[in-house]
């Protein structure tokens, strides 16, 4: 049995990139099963989905805490950590990158896959940039990379499942297949990012009601982002316009009035780059 | 030092669990900057519940207490009871409520809590749909917009109804204070906010809150689509205060719906005759409302309404 | 302390008055409406200093109650039958926030078809609430478990809320002389609410929260190890109480010639006491039979009624309401607590008493007839007939 398991966003297609990949196995013959980790999925916040892909029946439900491969939407979900958790010493790590594969970070002994699938996804007029929609064209670089399904089934499922723009996204497929790159593992010495150890929390203290105390302000949402506002100090007025609109409370005026980003909690909605009048503020993309 | 044109008190705090762009966000840090630390606010299932974050986490430097979907307005009933009856000193008690946990499923206890004249604030944000669950319809969905329940293809054309009045409704109740706020004027809506909390009785405040991926559009034009949708007359701001209503955001002419509606994605399908019959319906609401403007008090079928007034309604403008 | 000739209705009133509850709200259902209405007369002249609100719905009567406990209020609310079901979403809410609200309850049957008659299933369809149940024989014990209730649901170790339930009529509508213990008496019982983990305005704090699966088991957890504590909070409560005023109802199982029984018949409510008259008449023709009263249904007295069983052969259970299971509820508890015990005792369910209909004498007779018999069954809808013509009628 494989199972994967898939990071993306909320939007972004994480759990219709897993239910079409169940799809293309199915149509290849084996017995898949998908489906999403039943959270409060939010647009950017990030999101897991599951695919286990059997010959007979799976009989499992859980979700997958030993995965073979982590298919990773967006390079950026790679920050928040804890994308590769419990991933097998001898997986496969895919990537949504323009980096080349051994740039990745990755435990010793997993197989490293990148792909630019947002650019493929872009040029076939899939998503905008700000939410570019990269799941067919990474599911043709896992098929690629990984054999997990045929080319031709996935081309299918894509057919028969997608209802908006299924030639663009079979073209996108067939790109990913094609530009997908693979590096060797690395050895125990080198390697870097998360142990595959899967944690064991101690037994929790709950005080009697669920009354909770602590700040949010703990929690980073930086990997929501996938672009970044940057304020041309010299352009800016003070008019703080940014400051007031701001949803995320992510903009603090320094001393002199300047606004100050902290990039911890933006979430690069684009509002403060939007409401600024002098244009000081331009949103670029997080590498 | 820089001039503030509103609080700098930050009362909601980052690491919320928003979607990027959030209306409701932005309407609950603006609200809070209104209503201050000695806010208590009950809250029902809505996207709030998750935007507060998961426990033992919260998001808002105030107190804040859950409650079920339908009963906020019984809630802050007990608050308020509580608070009088401990003689706590004080304390400002708030609903914050969705447009579906309100108009919907809360009418009944909004009704129950306006009409016993429960001296607190009770706050409808209106994204228009029930978010939380995925965006489905409710009765303040406007008409023609698509949601997941009011699919367009084949014979769906969106919602087929039009917007519930809620306002309407609450004024029949005759609360001392009731306005709409939209965050895309910020001074106009903290002011509204500390406004509401220095008067004593029911009070109610509607606030436009624009959502990304409820409406279809990119995070970024939110603050846009609140202007627009207040300068095209979509949502008028106004108050009304010891029974006289009043505009707060005048305007010489009315922008086309056009503008409005054609950044959304929600309203993508609709054909040049559906939008003409939306901006004779949106004109005619704003000719109601400067009416009621002129005669200095709501009309229409309310005409004999006034409210029991416990303070002077104010006429400070937005600074 | 002085005797007063009231109501059950009055009796739970008049708790709520020596409690000095600070919130009330109620909305008005036949036979609860006289508790409220009495309650609203404490308020308007003066002898009650609480907030009594005006809701539009028994949701909102119980939400409100439930929010202003989370402020550190002691509140009172009450209802019956539909009034209860209605309440059921905030039920939950009530044990999951860990608020000590006290609820009266009076007992009647849920429609359809429509009916105002005594029953159990209005409560019983509460038992999965996180509440702490109890149920009363006579207006005497509805005043003292009202006041005992208090105690236990803010007890620190316990932080639940508790329904004082009494049956429609035969205890709503039923006047008997009642003690009423002195101000004085019960301020001593019952101080002031100690406020823990509350809600407090200008403290950043979120009260009910929401959480991934690990915390919220933790807290379900958290809520089964409160009921877990009640008993024996009630009993140090009791002791305490019957120390003050003299009275104790006996703990969760109160029983009545036991002793040496081959036959007990298991009651709840005001069948008890026409029970306790059929078995000393029973006694008389030499039976060996007692009585038990299951006076505390949530948390079910799983020990209590373990010992009972130790001595006994048959155990009859008298159910007022029916689960639409296999047997009325009080019978599943009782068989599921027994599963273990060796010897077992053959329990023996009766359903009576549905929808108003009297529990006589001759009912009650006939049930242990039936538990005496060779084969007592396992479920018996008793008096399923019409009554026969009375001779006088
Ligand atoms: C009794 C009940 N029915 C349904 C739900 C499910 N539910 C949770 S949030 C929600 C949507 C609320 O919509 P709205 O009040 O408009 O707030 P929004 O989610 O849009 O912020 C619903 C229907 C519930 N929690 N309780
Ligand atoms: S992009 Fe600007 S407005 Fe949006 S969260 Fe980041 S700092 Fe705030
Ligand atoms: S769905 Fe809409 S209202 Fe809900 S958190 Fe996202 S942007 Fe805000």
């Known amino acids: 049995m494989l199972e994967i398991r898939f990071h993306g966003r909320g939007g972004q297609g994480a759990v219709v990139a897993s239910e079409l990949l169940a799809q293309a196995a199915f149509l290849d013959g084996k017995r898949p099963q998908s489906f999403p980790f039943f959270g409060v999925e939010r647009r950017g916040a990030p999101v897991t989905a599951y695919c286990r892909i059997d010959d007979r029946e799976v009989r499992l439900r859980t979700s997958i805490t030993r995965p073979d491969i982590v298919v990773v939407l967006e390079p950026g979900l790679l920050r928040a950590g804890s994308a590769m958790e419990g991933l097998k010493p001898d997986g496969i790590l895919l990537v949504n990158s323009r980096e080349e594969p051994a740039a990745l970070p990755a435990p010793a002994g997993v197989r490293r896959a990148s792909v630019d699938a947002t650019t493929i996804a872009l040029t076939h007029g899939l998503g905008t940039p700000m939410m570019p929609i990269v799941n067919t064209a990474i599911l043709g670089a896992l098929a690629a990379a990984s054999g997990a399904v045929s080319l031709g089934a996935l081309e299918q499922a894509i057919d028969r499942f997608v209802p908006a723009h299924p030639a663009e996204n079979r073209a996108a497929a067939r790109d990913g297949a094609a530009a997908v790159r693979v590096a060797p593992p690395l050895t125990a010495g080198h390697s870097r990012g998360a142990s595959s150890a899967v944690a064991r929390a101690p037994p929790l203290e709950l005080p009697d009601a669920p009354m909770a105390v602590a700040s949010s302000a703990t929690i980073a949402t930086a990997a929501w982002r996938t672009l970044r506002p940057e304020i041309d100090q010299r352009r800016c007025t003070r008019c703080n316009f940014c400051w007031k609109f701001c949803p995320d409370v992510a903009i603090e005026l320094n001393a002199e009035g300047f606004p100050v980003v902290h990039l911890e909690h933006c979430k690069g909605c684009g509002i403060c780059a939007a409401e600024c009048p002098p244009g000081a503020i331009a949103m670029v993309a997080e590498g | 030092m820089v001039k503030l044109t509103i609080p700098a008190t930050e009362l909601v705090r980052p690491g919320h669990a928003a979607?990027?762009?959030?209306?409701?966000?932005?309407?609950?840090?603006?609200?809070?900057?209104?209503?201050?630390?000695?806010?208590?606010?009950?809250?029902?299932?809505?996207?709030?519940?998750?935007?507060?974050?998961?426990?033992?986490?919260?998001?808002?430097?105030?107190?804040?207490?859950?409650?079920?979907?339908?009963?906020?307005?019984?809630?802050?009933?007990?608050?308020?009871?509580?608070?009088?009856?401990?003689?706590?000193?004080?304390?400002?008690?708030?609903?914050?409520?969705?447009?579906?946990?309100?108009?919907?499923?809360?009418?009944?206890?909004?009704?129950?809590?306006?009409?016993?004249?429960?001296?607190?604030?009770?706050?409808?944000?209106?994204?228009?749909?029930?978010?939380?669950?995925?965006?489905?319809?409710?009765?303040?969905?406007?008409?023609?917009?698509?949601?997941?329940?009011?699919?367009v293809g084949g014979a769906g054309r969106g919602k087929p109804e039009r917007k519930k009045d809620i306002m309407g409704i609450v004024l029949a109740h005759r609360p001392v204070y009731a306005a709409t706020l939209n965050p895309s004027f910020p001074e106009d809506f903290v002011r509204k906010a500390a406004k509401a909390r220095e008067i004593a009785g029911p009070r109610f405040l509607h606030v436009f809150a624009p959502c990304p991926p409820g409406w279809r559009y990119s995070s970024e034009e939110t603050i846009e689509i609140g202007r627009l949708a207040t300068d095209t007359g979509v949502f008028p701001l106004y108050e009304v205060a010891d029974g006289h209503l009043r505009l707060t955001r005048r305007l010489s002419s009315l922008k086309p719906i056009g503008e409005y509606l054609g950044r959304q994605g929600r309203y993508a399908h609709l054909t040049p005759e559906e939008r003409a019959r939306l901006q004779a319906e949106v004109r005619s609401g704003w000719e109601r409302i400067l009416r009621e403007d002129a005669s200095g008090s709501p009309g229409g079928p309310f005409s004999s309404r006034s409210s029991h007034a416990a303070t002077k309604g104010d006429t400070v403008e937005a600074a | 302390m002085t005797q007063i000739v009231m109501s059950g209705n009055s009796a739970q009133s008049y708790a709520a008055l020596l409690a000095r509850v600070q919130v009330i709200a109620a909305y008005p259902i036949t036979p609860q409406t006289t508790i409220v209405e009495k309650l609203a007369e404490f308020v308007a002249n003066g002898r009650l200093a609480a907030q009594y609100l005006?809701?539009?719905?028994?949701?909102?009567?119980?939400?409100?109650?439930?929010?202003?406990?989370?402020?550190?209020?002691?509140?009172?609310?009450?209802?019956?039958?539909?009034?209860?079901?209605?309440?059921?979403?905030?039920?939950?809410?009530?044990?999951?926030?860990?608020?000590?609200?006290?609820?009266?309850?009076?007992?009647?049957?849920?429609?359809?078809?429509?009916?105002?008659?005594?029953?159990?299933?209005?409560?019983?369809?509460?038992?999965?609430?996180?509440?702490?149940?109890?149920?009363?024989?006579?207006?005497?014990?509805?005043?003292?478990?009202?006041?005992?209730?208090?105690?236990?649901?803010?007890?620190?170790?316990?932080?639940?809320?508790?329904?004082?339930?009494?049956?429609a009529f035969y205890l709503s509508h039923t006047v008997e002389p009642v003690d009423v213990p002195s101000a004085e008496t019960v301020d001593a019982f019952l101080p002031a609410r100690e406020v823990r983990a509350i809600l407090v305005p200008g403290v950043p704090a979120r009260l009910g929260s929401f959480t991934g699966p690990i915390e919220y088991v933790g807290f379900r957890r958290d809520v089964a190890r409160a009921m877990e504590r009640v008993l024996p909070t009630l009993a140090a409560v009791e002791e305490d109480y019957a120390r003050r005023t003299g009275r104790d109802h006996g703990g969760p199982l109160p029983t009545y010639r036991t002793e040496d029984a081959d036959a007990v018949l298991l009651t709840m409510g005001t069948a008890t006491t026409t029970a306790r008259a059929v078995i000393d008449a029973l006694r008389e023709e030499g039976h060996r039979v007692g009585l038990a009263k299951l006076r505390v249904f949530r948390p079910f007295p799983v020990e209590a009624v373990r010992a009972l069983a130790a001595s006994v052969d048959r155990i009859g259970v008298l159910d007022r309401s029916f689960t639409f299971g296999p047997t009325g509820a009080a019978a599943m508890e009782v068989r599921s607590a027994l599963y273990d015990a060796s010897p077992r005792p053959l329990v023996s369910d009766f359903v009576a008493g549905i929808g108003g209909r009297d529990i006589t004498p001759e009912a009650i007779t006939r049930m242990f007839a039936l538990l005496e018999g060779p084969e007592p069954p396992e479920l018996t809808w008793i008096d399923l007939a019409a009554p026969e013509a009375s001779a006088d009628g």
């Open chain 3, 54 to 167: 005006q809701v539009e719905s028994e949701h909102s009567a119980l939400q409100s109650v439930v929010s202003a406990s989370a402020l550190g209020a002691r509140t009172y609310t009450a209802t019956s039958s539909q009034g209860l079901l209605l309440m059921h979403e905030v039920l939950h809410w009530a044990s999951g926030l860990r608020v000590p609200v006290v609820m009266g309850v009076v007992n009647r049957a849920v429609a359809p078809p429509w009916s105002i008659g005594a029953d159990h299933a209005d409560t019983i369809a509460q038992r999965d609430t996180g509440w702490i149940q109890f149920y009363a024989e006579s207006n005497q014990e509805v005043l003292d478990t009202v006041l005992e209730a208090y105690r236990i649901a803010e007890d620190p170790a316990v932080r639940l809320p508790a329904m004082v339930t009494e049956d």
């Open chain 2, 19 to 151: 979607c990027p762009g959030c209306g409701p966000a932005l309407a609950m840090r603006l609200l809070l900057k209104g209503l201050g630390p000695r806010t208590v606010l009950s809250m029902p299932a809505c996207c709030w519940t998750v935007i507060a974050t998961p426990y033992p986490t919260t998001a808002l430097g105030v107190a804040l207490l859950d409650n079920p979907i339908e009963s906020t307005g019984a809630s802050i009933s007990g608050i308020r009871a509580a608070v009088d009856a401990l003689a706590i000193p004080d304390v400002t008690v708030v609903g914050f409520a969705g447009d579906g946990g309100t108009a919907d499923i809360g009418l009944q206890a909004l009704s129950g809590m306006l009409e016993r004249r429960t001296n607190a604030i009770y706050v409808m944000y209106d994204n228009e749909a029930y978010m939380n669950t995925g965006i489905q319809r409710s009765g303040a969905t406007p008409e023609g917009a698509w949601t997941t329940t009011t699919p």
